[in-house]
């Protein structure tokens, strides 16, 4: 296993509603990346975190938003849930180099399965 | 256009059989380069780096092509447990992009 932890493991949503996911990321691993994979496709880049700062995002709207802590786990939010947004999230964490953050060996956690009726 | 483009599948192929994947990448800045596997409703899990020069790891052999802006990805002798979704996935800087995936299923 990676060591990379998510929860909840499974979520169920209505249109509307607000949720927060969590990640863990393997000890030492100052990176976490988020990721949404609907179903049928390839993980899409949402944003990434480092140092507990925002370090690049994808083509997702503002309402899909993020936190890092000090001890480099991090958080997911996602406001005004919309039919679209059922996916499953993945989190992935990278080790630090010397020049900054590190984005090219990156462990995935298990993700959270999110459905929105 | 997708920033990476892969085969569609599903590849169903017999046990032992050899199987080849494709993929395209649009960026051509792009910094480093990966086969990724899924299983079902698990998360993806890094197969294999791949390297201009090419590279094997055991039964898998990955192949870039930075002129054509192509990749590949060559399974000799498929075992059954082979069966899973192929994932290319480019790094231009700062991000993992993910090709739709190839679903391949090995039968007995």
């Known amino acids: 296993e990676t060591g990379v932890t998510q929860s909840p493991t499974h979520l169920i949503k209505t249109r509307g509603q607000q949720v927060t996911l969590r990640c863990s990321s393997q000890?030492?691993?100052?990176?976490v990346s988020w990721y949404q994979q609907a179903l049928g496709q390839g993980p899409q880049f949402i944003f990434q975190y480092y140092r507990e700062e925002e370090n690049g995002r994808g083509n997702f709207p503002p309402r899909f938003s993020g936190l890092q802590f000090p001890n480099y786990s991090s958080e997911l939010n996602v406001n005004a849930l919309e039919l679209d947004d059922s996916a499953l999230y993945l989190c992935?964490?990278?080790?630090?180099?010397?020049?900054?953050?590190?984005?090219?060996?990156?462990?995935f956690g298990p993700g959270t399965r999110l459905t929105v009726l | 256009r997708k920033e990476v483009e892969q085969d569609p599948g599903p590849f169903n192929v017999p046990e032992g059989a050899t199987v080849a994947f494709n993929c395209t990448y649009s960026?051509?800045?792009?910094?480093?380069f990966f086969w990724y596997r899924q299983d079902c409703r698990k998360e993806p899990k890094l197969l294999m780096s791949v390297y201009s020069s090419g590279n094997e790891d055991g039964r898998f052999t990955a192949q870039l092509n930075r002129a054509s802006q192509y990749i590949s990805l060559l399974i000799r002798d498929s075992k059954l447990s082979d069966s899973a979704t192929y994932l290319c996935v480019v790094n231009p800087g700062g991000k993992l992009i993910f090709g739709q995936g190839t679903e391949l299923s090995v039968k007995p």
């Open positions: 992935a964490s990278s080790l630090p180099t010397s020049g900054g953050p590190s984005t090219d060996t990156q462990y």
């Open positions: 960026n051509s800045a792009s910094q480093s």
């Open positions: 000890s030492g691993h100052n990176t």
